[in-house]
């Protein structure tokens, strides 16, 4: 009943936009750049919410950043909002003032798989578009951008890890916990790569520190010293990251052992400073707070597209002066353009699961890899 | 309240009956005041904040879902802190009684058979606080501090990797987000719940002996109260409400987790201590509580539709605890009950117990 009102109210609200979207799908064949600055100002403004984990977390600051920059130019009146400690039901209590506050969209990551389900389910019953980012939430949502891909981030690291350590080596690999479902992944991703690229080598023990960095910091003392003949090591937990750089430079076998890693760089600058740290691989941040508002975008568009608006064949990579073309048919859209928040390339949403990617059903991986290493470490702030 | 609780058990010194009279007189006037507050709470909500007020009777009856699980541990919280003890243990009792009923019922057992089955060991919990208590003397505060662990731990171990989600509909619907009419189910239970509570305070020997406890122990012991037994029977109701409370968050958010009732306990001692119950025992009224779930869970979700963030409504509600105690003190006060004494009787009421019996 209230689902169908709003929806007509929005609808209404939307004549004006429908009529320029007709005069912008009548010029999309010459659209340039400027063309496509001046359509998305005349796109009606939503309202968004970006719900990090927690507060005061780097990374997720670095997404707001991003986000901040583009919301502007996509109409988009953006709330970046979380509870003080990373808790699912303080993300609940968010999700819930925000559906009676009439958000547009929601976009999340989230502390918990299941937890926000039924008031996310609640959000897009009321018309709400819900988009997960990093953690997702997967049987409450339209979309899920995933960090990047499993594979990718996998062959990235062994790369980096044979150039240091030759195509014979012994490697130990330093995660959280025995069950972290992302860890794991990664470590399969691994194992296959090496398999089919550098059969010498040799993964001899896998650490798990908790997710905590003092018990990753004895846990990787107790491999370092239990395998004298070791090359490096990879921890790939953002705890275990600088465990494992202490207990190098604590043992004198900084540079020795090569240490490549997934986590952000700002809070390990000092192990990269001492050569404890060879590598860490994650993605730009604040580009995924940007793709993060262009989904949302996205999102809202394809779910409330005016009716006047009808292209019989979506374009293959809209652009937001395209967004027009996609709003009726946006079930079938398959791949679209970052170019309009400065993102390179084309992103596909997929269609079904994927083992190798990690990716699952309409989720659209953000980025490949991005390595920080001595040469770069100190561009990055989060 | 107490001279109620002192008259019909029919020993209380006469001398003690106009204080008696004065603290029951400032207990009704703080439920009054927080009544007060709460409606102009809401009221203030309804005019400054449009969203609010567009959610309609059932839009804004239905935040009440997000914070009655709390309202249900403040009860039983309640109960123990009047007798002048205190349950740390409550928030891992919700976890882990929400993970017994998802595992066994996980395990193939009937949704409705593990609810009572995770009560029952919600009320074992509760038992083992009480023995600890009453038996071996050990402070509440250090047990249940102790137990609050156990009871986590064995919560985590049972969850296991993957803590099981999405239980049959109809116990999601009852215990979860369903509701008659208007009225969401879960408020419709708080408020049954509620009510045999606060019968069984204010109008029962029961009660009246909770509260003669926490107001001198020496006292309803000559009065003819069972300390030993009552006491331990306080920790009992609160582990079986706090196992409640686990029961509803799990239907709420039809998931169980290991960690799920961590953050229930501290705002569930606010409102006891908001809603006029002493910290230290003895004094106040089981409809301030009642009153008070409803005036700091409207305050923390009236804050967010506004558009503050969570950390602003944490620093209000924290502000709004402070000064209600200020003007609590400040009404107390007035009506002639002096800090010191009030301290006097918390920790004086050893040598005011050996005197009593030649009065």
């Not at chain 1, 547009?104 to 996310?120: E, F, H, K, Q, R």
Request: aromatic fraction near 8%.
């Amino acid at each position: 009943m209230k689902r169908t009102k709003t929806a007509q109210r929005r609808l209404v609200g939307k004549i004006g936009a429908a009529v320029a979207c007709l005069a912008m799908s009548a010029t999309t064949a010459i659209a340039v750049a400027p063309a496509s600055a001046s359509a998305t100002s005349r796109l009606p403004t939503i309202k968004v919410s970006m719900v990090p984990k927690l507060l005061g977390l780097a990374v997720f600051e670095a997404n707001d950043q991003g986000a901040k920059q583009v919301a502007k130019k996509l109409g988009i009146d953006l709330t970046y909002t979380a509870p003080a400690t990373a808790s699912a039901e303080g993300q609940v209590a968010i999700f819930k003032a925000e559906i009676a506050q009439h958000y547009n969209v929601i976009t999340t990551s989230s502390n918990d798989p299941t937890v926000p389900a039924p008031v996310l389910q609640e959000a897009m019953k009321a018309g709400i578009q819900v988009v997960t980012y990093d953690s997702d939430v997967p049987s409450a949502r339209d979309f899920f951008m995933q960090d990047t891909a499993y594979n990718t981030i996998g062959s990235a690291l062994i790369d980096a890890v044979e150039k240091f350590t030759g195509p014979k080596a012994q490697i130990a690999i330093m995660s959280s916990t025995a069950d972290a479902t992302i860890q794991n992944a990664w470590i399969t991703a691994m194992k296959t790569y090496i398999a089919q690229k550098y059969p010498g080598l040799k993964i001899v023990t896998i650490g798990y520190g908790q997710s905590i960095e003092s018990v990753s910091l004895s846990v990787a003392e107790g491999i370092i010293h239990a395998y004298p003949h070791l090359k490096a090591i990879i921890p790939i937990d953002s705890n275990a990251v600088p465990g494992t750089a202490a207990a190098l430079t604590d043992l004198h076998m900084a540079g020795k052992i090569g240490d490549f890693g997934i986590g952000p760089p700002k809070e390990s600058r000092a192990y990269f400073a001492n050569g404890s740290l060879q590598a860490l691989f994650l993605w730009d941040e604040i580009g995924q707070g940007k793709l993060d508002m262009l989904m949302a975008r996205l999102a809202y568009e394809g779910a409330h597209g005016a009716p006047e608006c009808t292209a019989k064949t979506p374009p293959a990579n809209p652009t937001p002066s395209q967004w027009c073309g996609i709003r009726t048919n946006y079930a079938k859209v398959q791949s679209f353009s970052g170019a309009s928040v400065g993102l390179p390339g084309t992103y596909t949403v997929s269609a079904a699961p994927n083992k190798v990617t990690g990716a699952t059903k309409n989720t659209v991986i953000y980025s490949t890899p991005l390595e920080f290493t001595k040469a770069n470490y100190l561009r990055y702030n989060f | 309240m107490s001279l109620s609780a002192t008259s019909p058990l029919g020993t209380g010194p006469a001398a003690k009956a106009p204080r008696a009279q004065t603290a029951g007189r400032q207990e009704a006037r703080w439920v009054a005041t927080v009544a007060v507050l709460l409606v102009a709470l809401l009221a203030y909500f309804c005019i400054a904040v449009p969203d609010f007020r567009d959610l309609g009777v059932s839009g804004i009856l239905g935040l009440s879902e997000q914070f009655l699980f709390t309202g249900l541990i403040a009860l039983g919280e309640a109960l123990v802190i009047l007798t002048g003890e205190i349950d740390l243990s409550t928030g891992a009792m919700s976890s882990l009684s929400g993970i017994v009923m998802a595992a066994l019922w996980q395990q193939g057992i009937n949704i409705w058979l593990a609810v009572v089955l995770a009560l029952i060991i919600s009320a074992l919990g509760g038992a083992i606080n009480g023995l600890f208590v009453t038996r071996f003397g050990i402070a509440s505060l250090l047990v249940t501090l102790g137990t609050q662990f156990i009871f986590g731990s064995v919560a985590t171990a049972v969850g296991g990797n993957a803590p099981p989600y999405n239980f049959p509909k109809a116990f999601v619907r009852l215990a979860g987000t369903g509701s008659v009419g208007p009225i969401p189910n879960e408020l419709i239970s708080f408020a049954v719940i509620a009510v045999v509570v606060w019968l069984l305070v204010a109008r029962t020997r029961y009660g009246r002996g909770l509260v003669l406890i926490g107001y001198n122990r020496a006292a309803a012991r000559y009065a003819g109260v069972n300390v030993q037994r009552t006491l331990f029977s306080s920790f009992v109701i609160c582990g079986v409400l706090a196992g409640a409370a686990g029961i509803f968050v799990s239907g709420y958010y039809n998931a169980a987790r290991d960690d799920i009732g961590n953050s229930l306990l501290l705002p569930a001692i606010t409102v006891v201590v908001l809603g006029g119950v002493d910290i230290f025992g003895g004094k106040g009224r089981m409809s301030g509580v009642i009153l008070a779930v409803f005036l700091l869970g409207f305050l923390d979700q009236g804050l967010l539709i506004r558009g503050n963030s969570s950390l602003t409504a944490t620093m209000v509600e924290g502000i709004v605890l402070v000064l209600c105690l200020m003007l609590k003190i400040a009404l107390d006060r007035r009506a002639g009950v002096r800090l010191k004494e009030s301290l006097q009787r918390r920790f004086g009421s050893a040598r005011r117990a050996a005197v009593l019996p030649d009065t």
